[in-house]
């Protein structure tokens, strides 16, 4: 059957074979048919995307897409929506306020933008993050102003997979390595966490996890739209597979992981005090303050 639904889409193709499977449709091997030939585009469209019970030679059949009742390709049913007496145009994605907004939903499209803007701010501060007269401190310091800060933008809103956490950590610890002066063959034996220590930052997964939480506090004891937002029950019927996470299941899996489970997030001092005590808890470093690895300057040469 295989080879018969090749064969046929390559005749397709070819101005030689495609009239000499106009006039008749495809079967396979048993001998049922299991696609039909559309006049208007030219194409085998597969018996399930056809939308008939039973196949026959139809001469002028014409598939949904020739007809104009198919969905357009991108999925989006609409082009504008009309909102009072303004029309909006329906777009795949925009930016809202630095932070990049999908239809699709996720936050794929917003961590590549993010990760473009932090190798930008990277580029630009590259004679003071190599600078030998600076202490590794001053220059993890002023990394994690400028650069961490551009990467990181909205990050407290995103529902974060492992593909997106790996594509964030992978990029952070490029830029790390490269103001270590880490050379390409030491790369396979040089850990990330002496880097870390060495520049005086936190995991990356740390920080994505201390700004949810903060923010998911801050969600819980707003009275507005954003708390309106979080308890909202999404109506309809569910495909198939696993659903992906939502925030609200990210920032509880946080609380678990973190034992906050008990905090209670509506006293604000209590919720921060948590949050901050269990970060320092979880990370590396003592605590924020500056350690005693390699604080001194590396003479210039």
């Known amino acids: 059957m295989l080879y018969r639904l090749s064969f046929s889409y390559c005749s397709h193709n070819l101005d030689s074979g495609t009239d000499d499977f106009e006039d008749r449709n495809n079967?396979?091997?048993?001998?049922?048919c299991n696609s039909i030939f559309c006049k208007g585009c030219k194409k085998w469209v597969h018996k399930k995307c056809s939308g008939l019970k039973r196949l026959t030679k139809d001469s002028d059949f014409k598939c949904s897409r020739c007809q104009g009742t198919a969905r357009p390709i991108d999925g989006r049913p609409q082009s504008e929506v009309q909102v009072g007496s303004d029309k909006l145009d329906v777009v795949a994605s925009f930016c809202y306020l630095g932070d990049m907004l999908s239809a699709a939903g996720g936050c794929d499209l917003a961590t590549t933008t993010?990760?473009?803007t932090a190798w930008k701010k990277f580029k630009e501060l590259l004679p003071v993050l190599l600078s030998r007269h600076l202490s590794y401190k001053t220059r993890g310091h002023v990394y994690s102003t400028c650069v961490r800060s551009a990467m990181l933008h909205a990050s407290e809103t995103w529902p974060l997979t492992k593909p997106n956490l790996q594509r964030l950590q992978r990029n952070d610890r490029a830029m790390i390595r490269q103001i270590c002066n880490v050379k390409p063959e030491d790369v396979a034996t040089t850990m990330s966490n002496e880097l870390l220590t060495l520049l005086g930052l936190e995991d990356l997964n740390l920080i994505?996890?201390?700004?949810?939480?903060?923010w998911y506090g801050h969600?819980?004891?707003s009275s507005g739209a954003i708390k309106t937002a979080l308890d909202m029950q999404v109506t309809?019927?569910?495909g198939k597979g696993r659903p992906?996470?939502?925030?609200?299941?990210?920032?509880?899996?946080?609380r678990k992981d973190w034992k906050l489970s008990t905090t209670d997030p509506h006293d604000r001092n209590t919720w921060r005090s948590g949050v901050r005590s269990a970060m320092r808890a979880a990370s590396q470093l003592p605590g924020r303050g500056s350690t005693d690895v390699d604080v001194a300057p590396v003479p210039a040469r």
């Open 236 to 238: 309809g019927s569910r």
């Open 27 to 32: 079967f396979d091997e048993s001998g049922r």
């Open 114 to 116: 993010r990760v473009k």
């Open 244 to 254: 992906r996470m939502t925030w609200k299941q990210v920032t509880e899996r946080d």
């Open 219 to 221: 969600v819980e004891r």
């Open 208 to 214: 994505l996890k201390e700004r949810r939480l903060r």
